[in-house]
């Protein structure tokens, strides 16, 4: 046990973290859909999601402070890559899938055509994000400026956004609409899965506006959980989560709409 430890530096203890990150959300899911099947647990069950949402996105971010970490102060980082495989697999395949699950199967309410159409999309995320972590695990020794396919920590974040909002809709507009707007959920599984393991190249932002613009991301939406958690002003409250949940989802879309074209731009020359 002991050389074990010897072999980590601090950012695999960061990497370490981050998966239990995710396992706590996955915990809070479980305390979620079991209340759900009491009438007197919903609210509860509410918050348990959006906690569950929170750590997801607290796993993001430490995701994104272990690389400049490991380049400072790990001189030796043997396990790195490994732990990271493992724990972004859980914190932004598993849970974010199981997020997905839970929030909308409406477990022995819903037709069976849509609970299976929904499992398909949950498992496809997850083994789109297995693949997306073992590409970049095989071309992590080319130090390319860019990434081929959308990152596991955006995927999980897209979700995340998408949930929240589709789950705020109605009481932004109307307590009508949710149900009906639940499909949505499906093309943003399936696509978030295909943008991972796709070939598209989007810039790697370690520094400058870029990061500027994800830690934003990040920021709107723990804001916007926060607002949810402490069940600020129900009605404003919810516009407002409604807002930063829609400006993250909305800066993720344009970072993969622009992405190539500034690859392009920037790196024309880069593998001439």
């Avoid at 996955?26 to 999601?49: C, K, M, N, R, T």
């Avoid at 499906?186 to 978030?192: F, I, K, V």
């Avoid at 400058?208 to 402490?230: F, W, Y």
Wanted: charged residues 15%.
């Amino acid at each position: 046990m002991k050389s074990t430890f010897r072999m980590m530096g601090i950012a695999d203890w960061i990497t370490l973290g981050n998966g239990l990150l995710g396992t706590v959300s996955i915990v809070f899911l479980i305390l979620a859909f079991d209340g759900f099947s009491s009438e007197d647990g919903s609210h509860l069950s509410e918050v348990y999601i959006w906690l569950a949402m929170l750590f997801i996105t607290l796993s993001v971010l430490g995701d994104i402070i272990d690389g400049p970490i490991a380049r400072l102060y790990s001189k030796r980082r043997y396990l790195g890559s490994y732990l990271d495989l493992m724990s972004d697999s859980i914190s932004f395949g598993v849970a974010p899938s199981l997020l997905v699950f839970g929030m909308f199967s409406n477990w022995g309410e819903a037709p069976l055509y849509w609970t299976i159409s929904l499992a398909v999309a949950c498992a496809w995320l997850v083994i789109c994000t297995m693949l997306r972590l073992a590409r970049f695990q095989h071309e992590s020794d080319q130090e390319n400026p860019w990434f081929h396919g959308l990152p596991s920590p955006g995927s999980a974040v897209f979700i995340v956004a998408l949930s929240g909002i589709i789950l705020l809709l109605p009481s932004v507009i109307d307590t009508q609409v949710r149900v009906n707007l639940d499909w949505i959920i499906l093309p943003g599984c399936l696509t978030s899965g295909a943008l991972m393991i796709s070939d598209r190249r989007l810039p790697k932002f370690s520094k400058g506006k870029g990061l500027n613009l994800t830690l934003l991301m990040l920021g709107s939406v723990v804001a916007s959980i926060a607002v949810q958690i402490t069940d600020f002003n129900e009605n404003s409250g919810s516009l407002l989560s409604f807002s930063l949940l829609t400006i993250s989802l909305l800066l993720i879309i344009i970072h993969v709409l622009t992405g190539p074209e500034i690859c392009k731009r920037k790196w024309d020359s880069f593998d001439s």
